[in-house]
């Protein structure tokens, strides 16, 4: 549909304007990840340097690149259905966590309740006879809308902050690590 606007607008300069453009956002995108993911992977095994996981990192890029668009998407939509919503209950779990004292056990439990939902989403998505599991889960609320690994979480929450009442656990303050981020 861009293209069809811009060229209908530009004609074949903005074609090639439009592709410029296109371009050098990707290739932005792509220095900045290689450069990150470096530097992160540099510091935790220092055995390898900063050039050594640039090099590997742009490989494996070329390589999963040449798989094809349709391959990439097939690879990882399943493995996406299992880590969004991990890392999106961490996310709600570390915007809450004041409210809830930060008891270790009600991220333990929201995290098990999402896990158990998306893990077997995720095998299911992969094409792995899981069926006979997953058909439990259709009873749970907001389970054919995609976010069936809501309630799950939810119930974990609840249950990990019962348990942490009952035990007397004492409330975890949220740490702030934005110095032991700073790069030298």
């Known amino acids: 549909l861009l293209t069809v606007i811009v060229q209908q607008l530009l004609g074949p300069y903005g074609l090639i304007l439009l592709s410029l453009i296109v371009t050098l956002a990707c290739l932005t995108t792509c220095v900045g990840l290689v450069s990150?993911?470096?530097?992160?992977?540099?510091?935790?095994?220092?055995?390898?340097?900063?050039?050594?996981?640039?090099?590997?990192?742009?490989?494996?890029?070329l390589l999963v690149a040449n798989l094809g668009?349709?391959?990439i998407i097939a690879i990882s939509v399943p493995i996406l259905l299992v880590v969004y919503p991990i890392a999106i209950v961490l996310v709600l779990l570390s915007l809450l966590h004041k409210y809830f004292g930060g008891y270790r056990s009600v991220y333990v439990g929201a995290l098990i309740g999402s896990?158990?939902?998306?893990?077997?989403?995720?095998?299911?998505?992969?094409?792995?006879?899981?069926?006979?599991?997953?058909?439990?889960?259709?009873f749970?609320?907001?389970?054919?809308?995609?976010?069936?690994?809501?309630?799950?979480?939810?119930?974990?929450?609840?249950i990990g902050f019962a348990i942490a009442k009952l035990s007397g656990a004492k409330a975890?303050?949220?740490?702030?690590?934005?110095?032991?981020s700073k790069v030298s």
């Open 140 to 158: 749970i609320p907001l389970y054919n809308e995609g976010i069936g690994w809501l309630v799950p979480a939810l119930v974990g929450a609840i």
């Open 36 to 61: 990150a993911c470096s530097q992160y992977f540099s510091t935790l095994l220092t055995k390898f340097s900063y050039k050594t996981f640039a090099s590997i990192i742009c490989t494996l890029g």
């Open 172 to 180: 975890v303050p949220l740490t702030d690590h934005s110095s032991e």
């Open 115 to 138: 896990a158990v939902v998306s893990v077997f989403d995720g095998l299911k998505q992969g094409n792995i006879p899981v069926s006979s599991i997953t058909s439990y889960f259709e």
């Open 69 to 71: 668009l349709t391959k």
